[in-house]
């Protein structure tokens, strides 16, 4: 007799196999031809939309599901960004100011991993900055495919560098909460 996966468990693996399917596109994203680039980015954001929206609504978030979602974002990001740079779409310094939330996520993550604290940066919770910037890098990446060179792209990241700047902020400032929180409660186990 074969087992057949009930609908709660196929809806409790969604989030991550969608997940799964952005570090995919992340892989061969550099490898199609420009024409299939933009339907891969929009396909890359309903992904990360809708894995985050079925993790809502049906309660199935998990630890190791936000981790794999983070990374499949921040490895799609940098594949579209290299491509993009190397196709003499966007400059390293735009790169950098795009990225400036994930460089910041990046080295708070270095300095919990060298100081294993590890409970810190499990309290931090996705929040508007953050969201708002991805929305906006998905937006940027679909600009300079349509109309490279043109004003529009220089609008689309400007305001994906204000997002992404801005996020890095509120994400240092929340993570600096975070470990405040821990100091007092390790000084009141004391």
Partial sequence: MSRVASPGRLVAVAPNVLSA?????????????PQWRLPMIVAAGLSDWLDGAIARRFHTGSTAGQLLDAVADKVFVLSVLVTLTVGGGLTWWQVLLVLARDLSVGLVTLYV??????????????RLPGKLTTVMQYALFGTVLLWEGRLVVTVALSLTGVCSVLAAIDYVSQFVTALREDARQGSRRR
């Avoid at 952005?22 to 199609?32: C, D, E, G, M, T």
């Avoid at 991993?113 to 309290?123: G, K």
Wanted: glycine share 0%; net charge positive.
């Fill in 21 to 33: 399917i952005r570090l995919a596109l992340a892989a061969v994203f550099p490898l199609v031809p």
């Fill in 113 to 126: 991993a060298v100081l294993r604290r590890w409970s810190s940066i499990l309290r931090m919770v996705p």
